[in-house]
């Protein structure tokens, strides 16, 4: 006798990049930041005490999101801090989306979405990327036509690294009826000279949520937090109704308060990862890889069908993790000819590149 709900029953549940427990393999499969968080953080630690765990914290991460207003130029109210930032992506379906309602996003995609709408049992709506991973130009208006009441686009996309303008988001949020969550995972890897200020479709439009988390960026996976920033209007039934009473822990609060206020120090990790995907595009492009622009922290490498003895990207993820090397390899349509590598160091990422040389028969320097 099963006692989950129909829809609980026939879903599938999200699928994880494998998290490996010896530390001598080279991780470069589920996009974390390749160096430690910064010293401001790790003293945020070393202050944690008996005393603060023997209380609660503060429901609403108020120290948190004061940081995290003032780093943004918006008010605490506009921020929600959650339990990573998968937890806001749960908070948002259960907030604005009914059983039976439409969830829009695009495909491929961060694989979670289609799993939360499963669980909340609405109906997803996806639309293909055209060939270069941008967002199709009916986006929207389909959305629309589909009745979707709330919609996902991830940007920096995932898994592709590409970017969407500020201006092109704007114009869908002006023309999508529901909620527009823009899934920025990824967005302290953008290029600053691409001057791309997300926050202002927060101040111009309504009905945007824009999803942070310290995952990547601030190199704190392991603590769970992320946060979101709207208008106060859709923030508010997050923070007061749908949220878990303490869904963030006082270690996670300290922790992600000390990220936010020294986010300088995380500043520097991000330029190197840039440099480093510079170097890693450029020299896989010379040897005649197929790569898209990536704007994130991870690149998306397409492989030859006749890679690995004709097992092509699914041969080659599995001869690089042989030899200790993990990248992720998605068996859907549009990725199977592909791997998705996350940027490493300088080391990580040469020893990556000359097995990848070795297995594509191909020279790298
Ligand atoms: C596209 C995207 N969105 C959101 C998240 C959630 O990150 P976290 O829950 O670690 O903050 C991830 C994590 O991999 C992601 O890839």
């Not at 130029?73 to 749960?90: M, Q, Y």
């Not at 310290?214 to 997050?238: C, D, Q, T």
């Not at 990248?327 to 990580?348: A, E, M, N, S, W």
Request: aromatic share 6%; with cysteine; hydrophobic share 40%.
């Amino acid at each position: 006798m099963a006692y989950e709900r129909k829809n609980i029953a026939e879903m599938s549940g999200y699928v994880p990049g494998e998290q490996p427990t010896r530390t001598d393999v080279i991780k470069l499969n589920t996009n974390e930041n390749p160096y430690p968080p910064g010293e401001g953080v790790i003293a945020a630690l070393h202050n944690v005490s008996a005393d603060h765990l023997r209380r609660y914290p503060n429901p609403t991460a108020r120290g948190f999101r004061e940081a995290a207003a003032e780093y943004h130029g918006v008010t605490p109210d506009h921020i929600i801090a959650t339990n990573g930032g998968d937890e806001l992506l749960r908070l948002l379906v259960t907030t604005f989306v009914d059983p039976g309602q439409v969830i829009g996003t695009a495909e491929p995609s961060y694989s979670l979405y289609p799993v939360l709408a499963a669980v909340q049992d609405a109906r997803i709506k996806t639309l293909q990327l055209d060939d270069v991973w941008q967002l199709p130009a009916n986006f929207a208006r389909a959305l629309n036509k589909a009745g979707a009441k709330l919609a996902f686009i991830v940007n920096p996309h995932a898994p592709s690294g590409r970017l969407t303008s500020v201006d092109r988001l704007s114009e869908m949020a002006e023309q999508f009826k529901g909620v527009l969550v823009i899934d920025e995972a990824y967005v302290d890897f953008v290029d600053p000279d691409l001057e791309h200020e997300s926050t202002e479709l927060v101040r111009d439009h309504d009905n945007v949520v824009l999803l942070r988390s310290l995952s990547k960026g601030y190199s704190l996976a392991g603590l769970r937090f992320g946060y979101g920033i709207g208008r106060p209007e859709l923030i508010e039934p997050m923070l007061t109704k749908t949220r878990d009473s303490y869904n963030t822990d006082v270690v996670a609060q300290a922790l992600a308060t000390a990220a936010i206020t020294h986010h300088g120090q995380a500043e520097e990790t991000w330029h190197k990862v840039r440099r480093e995907r510079l170097r890693i595009s450029e020299q896989l492009a010379m040897t005649g890889c197929n790569l898209v622009p990536s704007q994130a922290n991870f690149i998306l490498v397409e492989v030859d069908a006749a890679a690995a003895d004709g097992s092509g990207a699914a041969g080659v993820y599995q001869t690089l993790k042989d030899q200790d090397i993990l990248v992720r390899y998605f068996d859907q349509d549009r990725l199977r000819d592909k791997l998705r590598i996350t940027i490493g160091t300088p080391q990580q990422n040469d020893t990556l590149l000359k097995a990848l040389a070795d297995l594509l028969d191909v020279a790298v320097d």
